[in-house]
């Protein structure tokens, strides 16, 4: 069945440190991926999607590039914030588009 | 504000009350989810609506019973929980899931209700 597999966490960081949250996925086809990223008290929000091999997503300096042959996708960013703490999740979309597996969440701290 | 919105925010209640959960989205979407969200467990989608009709119930118990009475109003009605059915209840909602489209099969999720079973 389709599945998503990511890091556990919880990541610390520090300021302007790199981030890499990795995400692997069952390869049923060719899934619609999505990085979502959960602020503390509300709910996900849509970071980044990709829909085909070697596509790269991108938003707010984040990027996430589509690699078939890994079956991964996983999220970077060069210089991490204080203010991009929150629980991050990878998500395939299922081949009828009607629904999202989502991988168990990887929750990032960044420290001043 | 991502056009869906969820009411209320929290709710407490007994093992033997009745409550509902209302979630409405602004965004002219066609599908409505409900998920739960629990601690240390991965996000679990528990009914899908597509135009009013439910195409999906992935096996949740009868004292969840969900509700669309349009395609902008979507409820879960919740009667006899457990404690263990405490968790962050979120809505979505997409444009049309049917289509290969991605842009209509991206879902836009509510801020949840946290509930907590006494």
């Known amino acids: 069945g389709n599945s998503v597999t990511q890091m556990e966490g919880p990541v610390t960081l520090s300021e302007e440190a790199f981030l890499t949250i990795n995400c692997t996925y069952t390869a049923t086809g060719y899934p619609s991926l999505f990085w979502y990223v959960q602020y503390p008290g509300e709910g996900l929000q849509l970071l980044l999607k990709a829909t085909k091999a070697d596509d790269k997503g991108s938003n707010k300096g984040f990027e996430a590039t589509y690699r078939k042959e890994t079956t991964s996708f996983h999220l970077e960013k060069g210089s991490v914030q204080v203010s991009d703490s929150a629980v991050y999740f990878c998500a395939r979309l299922n081949n009828a588009g009607n629904m999202l597996t989502f991988g168990g969440g990887t929750r990032l701290m960044v420290k001043p | 504000e991502t056009g869906v919105t969820q009411t209320p925010r929290h709710l407490v209640m007994g093992m033997t009350n009745k409550k509902s959960l209302k979630c409405e989205q602004h965004?002219?979407?066609?599908?409505m989810y409900w998920y739960k969200q629990s601690a240390k467990k991965p996000l679990e989608l528990m009914f899908v609506y597509n135009f009013k009709e439910q195409t999906e119930n992935n096996s949740v118990p009868s004292r969840f019973s969900p509700e669309c009475p349009n395609s902008s109003h979507l409820f879960l009605h919740l009667h006899t929980l457990q404690p263990e059915d405490s968790a962050l209840y979120l809505c979505?909602?997409?444009?049309?899931?049917?289509?290969?489209?991605?842009?209509?099969?991206?879902?836009?999720f509510g801020a949840g209700t946290r509930l907590s079973v006494l």
């Open positions: 979505a909602s997409s444009q049309d899931p049917w289509t290969g489209i991605l842009a209509k099969n991206i879902q836009y």
């Open positions: 965004l002219g979407h066609n599908a």
